[in-house]
Nanobody, 121 residues
Framework: VQLQASGGGLVLAGGSLRVSCAAS????????IGWFRQAPGKERERVSC????????SYADSVKGRFTISRDGVKNTAYLQMHVLQPEDTAMYYC???????????????WGQGTQVTVSS
């Protein structure tokens, strides 16, 4: 079982970026997929989650209306589309798999390696 996060980069404030989470060894839609982020000196926080099997979504208040989580069953990949990015969105972004969506990192059994998102002002 493996999750591979990619797509991070450097973007100007107000810009957009999409990060991806490719799954191997399991069917991504069989699990809830969460996106977390962690900035230096801060705790890891859950940004968004997409549940299974219905695919309902949830977002942190700080990203609601700007970020969208989705998944592609054919590509076995989850995405986090980010718009109107702000410097405070700068962090390492991780994807993780669990059974129900949870805001607690300890509830997620499988983790991707992270992809860095940097937003400059």
């Amino acid at each position: 079982v493996q999750l591979q996060a990619s797509g991070g980069g450097l973007v100007l404030a107000g810009g957009s970026l999409r990060v991806s989470c490719a799954a191997s060894g399991f069917t991504l839609s069989d699990k809830a997929i969460g996106w977390f982020r962690q900035a230096p000196g801060k705790e890891r926080e859950r940004v968004s989650c997409i549940s299974r099997p219905g695919g309902s979504t949830s977002y942190a208040d700080s990203v609601k209306g700007r970020f969208t989580i989705s998944r592609d069953g054919v590509k076995n990949t989850a995405y986090l589309q980010m718009h109107v990015l702000q410097p405070e969105d700068t962090a390492m972004y991780y994807c993780a798999a669990a059974i129900p969506c949870s805001k607690w990192p300890s509830d997620y059994k499988y983790w991707g390696q992270g992809t860095q998102v940097t937003v400059s002002s």
